[in-house]
């Protein structure tokens, strides 16, 4: 007997096998799809924007600061070459504003090396050495007025004068804290309160040395306050160009104890940048100088806030000093460097990326910078050496923003009052006495880009299981009906 019911199924389920498949293996491969462009931004991100002109002048380089703040702008201060004068221009994530000179020198201070601080409270801090640190600030949003900047006032007034580089961070408490060198001598660390307005006695970092000078410290607050600082030294008969060397020290009680200075590197390298982090990490950066037996920029790290390193990455060939390499953290916690060259490169895993040459014109350029904005828009400013113009250009990261600040606290506080440390008793024993390609525009990545590369796979694999459990319950009430 011919069983007629299973003559009647077979072809029944047959056609809802392939009806099956089909459909699971269309939802798959629309994840698939979908997946596919997603995994290629997070691995390539989007490309660099066209190069663009800033400022059409000629830039003296060196006299350059650029800074990201929590609220989602950049700041950039610089100094023209024909011009006693400090430019200030904002970044708020699509265009800079119109420049402005907001600073010019007066009697009783000169121009210097810029150093930018954006606080968490909306105001931008300007600092600077000549003959004493001076400092300035202003309201974020109302920085692009030269009315909007508070009188320049010294902070610290060393014995001797303050000369060259130096540079300034604030930690989470709100404390300043600040390193600079004095004309042909030693370098100091000095610090602030909680409120920016009464400073420590500047401190000598490490053991004097006779016939040795140090230059261009900078420094960073790391993992529980811990104050980490680098420097350029060099004995003062040679010069810098053939002996110059490069120090890492920190100190965790205030400047009162130094850990053993580090050198890094060989014989005339210089240039030495530091980055520290929440976590322990310490990432530090040189480059080979012109007599320097090496070539290239050169990049460590630290996973234990400085005690022991991993052996230096090469970025780049070129030698020869352009300044120092500049480093900043996305959301994701990725080191982005680029050097005083304008070559960008980040830290994938255990090694580094190809670096990329963003330099404008084939010739020499110095002292490039680089911020990021709302921890996902690079930020870079080149200048040529020789030629005009301070050049940009951005690049959006295929991460997630950082929660920025929108209300600004305009409480009436009271700006940094300059004190004479020289004229005080707090002056320390150890200061010397006076004597004589690209394609892509600059926009924020859309939220679909910024989704999780796996998003898609799970909305396939949901509907595939959705038309499963469909098809299996036909199935059975078909079977038991």
């Given at each position: 007997?011919?069983?007629?019911?299973?003559?009647?199924?077979?072809?029944?389920?047959?056609?809802?096998?392939?009806?099956?498949?089909?459909?699971?293996?269309?939802?798959?491969m629309?994840?698939?799809?979908?997946?596919?462009?997603?995994?290629?931004?997070?691995q390539?991100?989007?490309?660099?924007?066209?190069?663009?002109?800033?400022?059409?002048?000629?830039?003296?380089?060196y006299?350059?600061?650029?800074?990201?703040d929590?609220?989602?702008?950049?700041?950039?201060?610089?100094?023209?070459?024909?011009?006693?004068?400090?430019y200030?221009?904002?970044?708020?994530?699509?265009?800079?504003?119109?420049?402005?000179?907001?600073?010019?020198?007066?009697?009783n201070f000169?121009?210097?090396?810029?150093?930018?601080?954006?606080?968490?409270?909306?105001?931008?801090?300007?600092?600077?050495?000549?003959?004493?640190v001076?400092?300035?600030?202003?309201?974020?949003?109302?920085?692009?007025?030269?009315r909007?900047?508070?009188?320049?006032e010294a902070?610290?007034?060393?014995?001797?004068?303050?000369?060259g580089?130096?540079?300034?961070?604030?930690?989470?408490?709100?404390?300043?804290?600040?390193?600079?060198?004095?004309?042909?001598g030693?370098?100091?660390?000095a610090?602030?309160d909680?409120k920016g307005?009464d400073?420590?006695?500047?401190?000598q970092?490490?053991?004097?040395?006779?016939?040795?000078?140090?230059?261009?410290?900078?420094l960073?607050v790391?993992?529980?306050?811990?104050?980490?600082?680098?420097w350029?030294?060099?004995?003062?008969a040679d010069?810098p160009?053939e002996?110059?060397?490069?120090?890492y020290?920190?100190?965790?009680?205030?400047?009162?104890?130094?850990?053993?200075?580090?050198?890094?590197?060989?014989?005339?390298n210089?240039?030495i940048?530091?980055?520290?982090?929440a976590?322990?990490?310490?990432?530090v950066?040189?480059q080979a100088?012109i007599?320097?037996?090496?070539?290239?920029?050169f990049?460590?790290?630290?996973?234990?806030?400085g005690?022991?390193?991993?052996?230096?990455?090469?970025?780049g060939?070129?030698?020869?000093?352009?300044?120092?390499l500049?480093?900043?953290?996305?959301?994701?916690?990725?080191?982005?460097?680029?050097?005083?060259?304008?070559?960008?490169a980040?830290?994938?895993?255990?090694?580094?990326s190809?670096?990329?040459?963003?330099?404008?014109?084939?010739?020499?350029t110095?002292?490039?910078?680089?911020?990021?904005?709302?921890?996902?828009?690079?930020?870079?400013?080149?200048?040529?050496?020789?030629g005009?113009g301070?050049?940009?250009?951005?690049?959006?990261?295929?991460?997630?923003?950082?929660?920025?600040?929108?209300s600004?606290?305009?409480?009436?506080?009271?700006?940094?009052?300059?004190?004479?440390?020289?004229?005080?008793?707090?002056v320390?024993?150890?200061v010397?006495?006076?004597?004589?390609?690209?394609?892509?525009?600059?926009?924020?990545?859309?939220?679909?880009?910024?989704s999780?590369?796996?998003?898609?796979?799970?909305?396939g694999?949901?509907?595939?299981l959705?038309?499963?459990a469909?098809v299996?319950?036909?199935?059975?009430r078909?079977?038991?009906?």
């Open positions: 007997m011919i069983d007629v019911r299973h003559q009647d199924r077979e072809p029944r389920w047959s056609v809802v096998d392939c009806i099956l498949t089909h459909l699971v293996s269309l939802c798959v629309l994840g698939l799809v979908a997946w596919r462009p997603i995994v290629a931004l997070a390539g991100g989007a490309e660099w924007m066209p190069l663009a002109v800033l400022y059409e002048g000629m830039v003296n380089s006299l350059t600061a650029l800074v990201s929590p609220s989602g702008s950049a700041h950039l201060v610089w100094a023209p070459r024909d011009e006693s004068a400090y200030y221009s904002r970044w708020d994530g699509a265009s800079w504003t119109h420049p402005i000179d907001i600073l010019a020198p007066a009697a000169a121009l210097g090396v810029p150093s930018l601080v954006a606080a968490r409270d909306g105001r931008l801090h300007l600092f600077w050495a000549s003959d004493s001076m400092h300035s600030w202003a309201w974020a949003d109302a920085a692009t007025s030269p909007g900047w508070s009188t320049p902070v610290i007034v060393p014995r001797r004068s303050a000369a580089p130096m540079d300034v961070k604030q930690d989470a408490s709100g404390a300043f804290h600040v390193v600079y060198a004095v004309y042909r030693d370098a100091y660390y610090y602030s909680a307005q400073w420590s006695a500047p401190i970092i490490g053991q004097s040395t006779p016939d040795v000078w140090m230059s261009a410290p900078r960073d790391g993992l529980d306050g811990q104050v980490h600082i680098v350029n030294q060099y004995p003062a010069g160009a002996h110059n060397e490069i120090f020290t920190k100190t965790s009680d205030g400047g009162a104890s130094w850990a053993e200075p580090v050198r890094f590197g060989e014989l005339a210089s240039g940048n530091l980055l520290a982090t976590d322990g990490a310490v990432y950066g040189w100088g007599a320097s037996r090496n070539e290239g920029r990049l460590q790290r630290s996973y234990d806030d005690a022991t390193w991993q052996e230096p990455l090469t970025l060939i070129r030698r020869g000093q352009s300044g120092y500049d480093m900043a953290l996305d959301s994701q916690g990725v080191l982005h460097v680029i050097t005083g060259d304008g070559e960008y980040f830290w994938a895993g255990e090694g580094l190809t670096p990329l040459d963003l330099r404008p014109v084939p010739e020499q110095e002292n490039t910078r680089l911020a990021i904005v709302n921890g996902n828009q690079l930020v870079v400013v080149i200048m040529p050496f020789w005009p301070l050049y940009y250009t951005v690049k959006n990261l295929p991460v997630p923003p950082l929660d920025t600040v929108t600004v606290d305009r409480t009436p506080v009271s700006t940094l009052q300059g004190q004479d440390i020289a004229a005080t008793a707090r320390p024993p150890t010397e006495p006076a004597a004589g390609a690209v394609d892509d525009a600059a926009v924020v990545l859309s939220d679909t880009s910024r999780s590369p796996a998003f898609p796979v799970v909305v694999g949901t509907l595939s959705a038309l499963v469909i299996l319950a036909d199935q059975l078909r079977r038991y009906r």
